[in-house]
């Protein structure tokens, strides 16, 4: 949902903004732009579309200079446009901003009084018009960033430079995310943290409320009513290489076939075979708070919200402990009753998403635990909550979620046995088995992946669908929806996911030969109901796809199309049925031709609401 960028120190700047801007493109792509401060002047281009543009105008028309900021975006106020993109440059002040500032339009019309002229119809250009205004009637840049951030409502990060003064980088961080990444005698500043990774691991995670002034000699942190605060540095636990694409022809397609390595590195570090142990040192929360606890609360967005469907299966069946799901947008605007013996976990890859991070303040001022499950060291969501297991996908980049939804489950599955160990809801041979199970998976997921060109011939017999349906049932019906939404996000192709049981309520009006039916029917519970299910499709000369295991020979029959995937328990077959529906998702996106890593309108994450 934007990404900014900013460089001080030794180094000609601009091709280095331009490729921090290549790492984060996919929090914004439908403009982009870079201001420089060269020969005391500042010196800026902006284009519409994606950074190609700005890269062809870089080579066209160079810009020097070793202090600068960057920006990509991804449109709020104001339709993508030349005119609209960042940075906005006004008189000497230049800015760049990742965020929405609720009142622009009150600003807006107070500083046209005064005489400003705004060219864009952006809520940014307030931020450069107000930073101009005090810096014209003599604050230095700092100041006048101060006194202009105690106008402003919303969330905002935003970088700040001026041709005043040309040594120095401001940066600002309020709700929406920004790194430091130190250098010797340089400093980076960034959205996310791949955009620094190839400079330096050395960063700091600027906070809320924080204002960092940067130049070559050295760096402040403060607060916004200018008082110094202390500040730490930690190294980035991610290496360059994880933010490239390895061969690979998209980060999609690489995130898809790394999930074996990031659910091992996600589940083994909590798991002691030996004595059947699985331990959290994340954990603040004592086993005593933990058997107090009556209901847990999944709060989450889009296919986070998914992996807290998937939860609240396991959570269900092996803690036998009432669980909720709520989509964080929701939640945040009901009146749910919470109490001090609910916890509360967020789900988040980025631990950004606004509306996630909303509903995780509203149950702490309620009094609920929380817990966090994400992906990201040092994001808001891991510092807002009382304690944080990371899921160690790797940084993910296609803005598809696919390896942190599998690390997301897999870490649940883990956190439900340990919690039902804890309330003695499981023995030791079953926990066993379990454990076992898990430190199976990334094999049985490497068998699935060796045989991505049989789902990739698939994709291409039903690559021109126009619709498509995806059923499941019980458990399955979440990887239904994801294998849905993932179809439909990268490949445009209308889909849609129901509960099997729930279609001859409707939707069993919309089959015939023209709507290819994803089916979810491995072996279980539901299995011959799944059975009945495929039964009404086919009578109605709806296309089956299903995705099974070897021995359901019924399954291979009535269908069309077949899939198969290893046998494990019913839970961690949630992640094995995955992976072909990302495939199948994949594989037709580039059939189509969409552009599968940045999919029209998306953003990787979502720091507005
Ligand atoms: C879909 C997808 C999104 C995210 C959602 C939440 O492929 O990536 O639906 O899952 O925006 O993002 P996080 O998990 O970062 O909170």
Redesign the pocket.
């Known amino acids: 949902m934007c990404g900014i960028v900013g460089y001080i120190g030794e180094r000609e700047c601009s091709f280095l903004l331009l490729d921090g801007l290549k790492r984060l493109e996919y929090r914004g792509y439908d403009s982009a732009g870079m201001a420089v401060i060269s020969n005391g002047k500042i010196d800026f281009h902006r284009s519409q579309g994606k950074l190609y543009n700005l890269e062809g105008l870089l080579r066209s028309k160079p810009i020097k200079g070793k202090v600068g900021i960057g920006h990509t975006r991804w449109a709020t106020h104001g339709a993508p446009s030349e005119k609209n993109a960042h940075p906005h440059v006004v008189g000497s002040v230049a800015i760049v901003h990742n965020g929405i500032i609720e009142n622009y339009l009150l600003l807006k019309r107070e500083l046209i009084k005064r005489g400003a002229c705004f060219l864009s119809e952006t809520d940014t250009e307030v931020i450069a018009q107000l930073v101009y205004f005090y810096h014209q009637e003599g604050l230095n840049l700092e100041e006048a960033v101060r006194k202009a951030i105690s106008r402003l409502k919303g969330s905002f990060a935003f970088l700040a430079l001026s041709s005043k003064e040309p040594e120095r980088l401001i940066a600002i961080r309020k709700e929406s995310p920004l790194i430091i990444g130190l250098g010797k005698g340089e400093y980076f500043v960034a959205s996310d943290a791949p955009a620094l990774l190839p400079y330096t691991k050395r960063v700091i995670f600027m906070k809320d409320g924080q204002m960092a002034i940067l130049s070559r000699g050295g760096l402040e942190l403060k607060d916004f009513s200018g008082t110094p605060v202390p500040f730490q540095a930690v190294d980035l636990p991610w290496s360059p290489l994880m933010a490239e694409k390895a061969g690979y022809k998209h980060f999609m397609q690489k995130e898809i076939f790394e999930q074996p390595r990031a659910i091992s590195d996600t589940v083994r570090p909590h798991i002691d075979l030996d004595k059947v142990e699985i331990f959290f040192e994340e954990f603040q929360i004592t086993p005593n708070e933990l058997r107090e606890i009556e209901k847990i609360w999944f709060i ?6 998914h992996a807290g469907l998937v939860g609240k299966y396991m959570f269900e069946k092996l803690c036998r402990i009432p669980v909720e799901v709520d989509l964080a947008s929701e939640f945040r605007y009901r009146d749910p009753i919470i109490n001090k013996n609910m916890l509360l976990i967020p ?7 606004a509306d ?1 991070l909303g509903g995780l303040r509203k149950g702490k001022a309620s009094g609920a635990k929380s817990l966090g499950i994400c ?1 990201v060291l040092g994001s808001t969501l891991s510092r807002e909550c009382d304690c944080v297991i990371y899921t160690h996908a790797g940084p993910e980049i296609g ?4 390896k ?2 599998t690390t997301q489950i897999a870490l649940l599955y883990l956190l439900a046995l340990y919690l039902a160990s804890i309330l003695n809801k499981i023995d030791l041979e079953r926990k066993r088995a379990y454990l076992l199970d898990l430190l199976k998976l990334s094999g049985q997921i490497n068998t699935i992946l060796e045989h991505a060109q049989d789902i990739e011939r698939l994709a291409s017999k039903y690559k021109w669908a126009r619709n498509f349906l995806y059923l499941g049932r019980g458990i399955y019906y979440p990887i239904a929806l994801e294998g849905a ?2 179809l439909k ?1 990268i490949s445009y192709i209308h889909a849609e996911a129901y509960a099997a049981g729930e279609m001859k309520h409707g939707p069993i009006a919309l089959i015939d030969e023209d709507m290819p039916v994803m089916i979810l029917a491995p072996k279980g519970e539901t299995y011959t109901k799944v059975l009945g299910n495929m039964e009404e499709v086919i009578s109605r000369r709806g296309k089956i796809i299903a995705v099974t295991e070897k021995d359901c020979r019924e399954v291979k029959e009535k269908a069309k199309d077949t899939i198969f995937i290893p046998s494990t328990n019913p839970f961690l077959k949630t992640i094995l049925l995955t992976i072909p529906l990302q495939l199948f998702a994949y594989y037709t996106a580039v059939f189509r031709g969409t552009d599968v890593d940045q999919p029209r309108n ?1 953003a ?3 720091t507005v609401e």
């Open positions: 989450a967005c889009g296919t986070s919200w789900i988040s890859q980025s631990g950004e998403t996630t992906n803005v598809a979620s696919t942190a939804f939404l993932k996000e998306l990787k994450s979502v």
